[in-house]
């Protein structure tokens, strides 16, 4: 009896030893993998500990209570940590919803203050944001012509400005263009919404000036050379789509010599600046419009 005794007493320790190894190699494998988790994590980190830190301090100076983190932590599918980058990308801005329901009507068509900001560096004032908050053109019309425009946000940035932000490819024969010292090319519109057609008007090409100004309906207009060098540049950088590849269009901005400022051509070689006379006709130049607003 007492063997037998001795016998389950032994089975028993050899159990609870087993049990303990058990539950320490468990242990031991959690920790290594916080290790790892650890490693990897800093292996993968974009900001050093001393930035962290810093940034941290700014958000707490802020307003950013032990609450408010805890609902960045618990935000689903880390929402709300997305939204705080993009407005720190935005420089602050919030679109407004006049902006955010133009922006869902017209898609990809669509250049606003965020694209401005991300493609030509431009720092909006708070006149140029209060200037842009309504978009003034109505749902029907942007509706009616979200396919063949482009609804732009234009800041006041001139032809030269433009190219100065972008790479030198994307303008045709960047370092001898003819219009470096052009008034044309220094000038800078107002910030303002522009609705863009993204192609030449209908029919418009082997006319004169005069004829292709008298296809234009009440509604439309021939824009600078500004605005329509800033939107094809733009759209391009948003989207990666050429507007105006194959065919020159004439817009309402002349030279010192008094001859028309064409734009187009937007192929590999990069965009054409160009000047023609308002009285010659060619199969490859129509004329450029927008909408009034």
Request: glycine share 6%; with cysteine; net charge positive.
């Amino acid at each position: 009896m007492r063997r037998a005794f001795c016998g389950l007493f032994y089975r028993q320790q050899e159990a609870r030893l087993i049990l303990r190894t058990s539950r320490t190699l468990e242990r031991f494998e959690q920790t290594q993998n916080s290790r790892r988790y650890a490693m990897n994590t800093m292996v993968n980190r974009t900001l050093s500990v001393h930035k962290e830190h810093e940034v941290l301090l700014k958000l707490e100076a802020a307003g950013l209570d032990d609450e408010l983190a805890q609902k960045v932590i618990d935000s689903k599918g880390n929402d709300l940590a997305t939204k705080v980058v993009r407005l720190i990308e935005n420089g602050g801005f919030e679109p407004s919803i006049s902006q955010k329901r133009a922006r869902e009507i017209m898609g990809r068509n669509f250049f606003g203050i965020e694209e401005a900001i991300k493609h030509f560096g431009v720092n909006p004032s708070r006149a140029q944001t209060a200037a842009l908050s309504e978009v003034p053109f109505t749902e029907e019309v942007l509706e009616s012509v979200k396919d063949t425009h482009v609804l732009v946000a234009v800041f006041p940035m001139s032809v030269l400005d433009i190219r100065g932000k972008v790479e030198r490819k994307l303008f045709y024969n960047h370092a001898n263009s003819c219009y470096k010292k052009e008034a044309f090319a220094k000038d800078r519109s107002k910030t303002a919404w522009r609705l863009i057609r993204k192609t030449s008007v209908l029919d418009s090409t082997s006319k004169t000036w005069n004829g292709q100004q008298g296809l234009l309906d009440k509604s439309e207009e021939t824009p600078s050379a500004q605005v329509m060098v800033y939107t094809i540049v733009g759209h391009y950088l948003a989207t990666g789509e050429r507007l105006f590849e194959n065919v020159y269009v004439r817009t309402s901005s002349v030279d010192s010599d008094g001859l028309r400022v064409i734009v187009g051509r937007f192929n590999q070689d990069g965009l054409d600046v160009n000047r023609w006379w308002d009285y010659d006709r060619r199969d490859i130049l129509g004329v450029s419009s927008a909408r009034k607003s």
